[in-house]
C-alpha cells in the first residue's frame, strides 16, 4: 500500500518517520512536512491509496482531494465541533474528554463521512493533548488504515453540526473576572508548540503564563514579562 503522510507538528513528524521505518518493505510511506512539496504532480507521481493529513494546516487544493482519498483527523466528536480551534474550544466548553475522528477529506469543512473515531482526555496542557493525541492516530488509527486498506468505508456524519469559530489570540486574555480553574484552563489550553501563551496586561508588560499547575485554591505557573511595543 502506498501511503502519504502529510503533518506539520515535530512529534506527527517524529511519529510518521518511525511508522516509515516500521513497515519499510512492507508499505511504502511518503512524508511531506511543507507545502511546496505537497503538489499534484508529486502526489500524482506516488499515486497513494491513502493520504493521511495528521495536522496539516494549509488550504488542501480541490485536485488533490477529490481524486485521492484525503484523511483528516479531527479532535472532535463530529459533527459536533466543526471547524477551528477544537482542542481550545472543546476546553472552554467544560469538556474533560472528546474523540479523534478520522473523516474523508470534502468540500465542507470537516463534513465528510467517518472512517473511525478514537477517546482522547483533554487532561493536561494542550502540548500533552496534542502528544497523546498523536499517539493515538499513528499507534491505533493510521496502522488500521494500513491493515484494513480499501475495506474501511466511512459511514455519513449522524447528527446536527455544532460549528466552532477558530479562536484569535487576542481572545487568551485573562481577566479578572475569571474563577482560579478558568484561568488554569486559558493557561494550558494554549501551552503547546507554536501557540500563542495565554496573556495579562499589566501597565507597560505583557504576561504571558505557561506550565500551570493547580492545587486546591493555590495556582502556579510560569510567567513571562514582555515590555509592550504599542
Not at 505537497?38 to 499515486?47: H, K, M
Not at 488550504?59 to 466528536?77: G, K, L, Q, S, Y
Not at 474528554?97 to 473523516?103: D, F, Y
Request: charged share 25%; hydrophobic share 40%.
Amino acid at each position: 500500500m502506498r501511503i502519504i503522510i502529510a503533518t506539520i507538528k515535530s512529534w506527527n513528524i517524529r511519529h510518521a518517520q518511525a511508522l516509515q521505518k516500521q513497515y519499510e518493505g512492507v508499505h511504502e510511506i511518503v512524508i511531506y512536512t511543507t507545502k511546496e512539496e505537497f503538489t499534484e504532480d508529486n502526489v500524482r507521481d506516488f499515486g497513494p491509496d491513502y493520504i493521511l493529513l495528521p495536522h496539516w494546516s494549509y488550504i488542501m487544493p480541490r485536485e488533490i482531494f477529490e481524486n485521492w482519498a484525503c484523511v483528516v483527523f479531527h479532535m472532535t466528536d463530529l459533527p459536533y465541533g466543526r471547524g477551528g480551534s477544537p482542542l481550545q474550544n472543546l476546553i472552554v466548553r467544560g469538556h474533560r474528554e472528546t474523540m479523534i475522528s478520522a473523516i474523508q477529506m470534502t468540500a465542507q469543512v470537516d463534513g465528510g463521512p467517518v472512517y473511525m473515531k478514537h477517546v482522547l482526555s483533554l487532561e493536561g496542557t494542550a502540548q500533552e493533548i496534542l502528544m497523546r493525541g498523536s499517539d493515538i492516530i499513528f499507534q491505533e488509527m493510521i496502522p488500521l488504515f494500513l491493515e484494513e486498506g480499501k475495506k474501511l468505508i466511512p459511514v455519513p456524519q449522524e447528527g446536527e453540526p455544532v460549528l466552532f469559530r477558530r479562536r484569535k489570540p487576542e481572545e487568551g486574555e485573562i481577566t479578572s473576572d475569571m474563577e482560579l480553574e478558568q484561568i488554569y484552563d486559558y493557561i494550558r489550553m494554549l501551552d503547546a508548540e507554536g501557540y500563542p501563551r495565554a496573556f495579562m496586561e499589566f501597565g507597560a508588560y505583557r504576561l504571558e503564563f505557561d506550565k500551570a499547575c493547580l492545587s486546591g485554591d493555590a495556582l502556579a505557573a510560569r510567567v513571562v514579562f514582555h515590555r509592550r511595543t504599542e
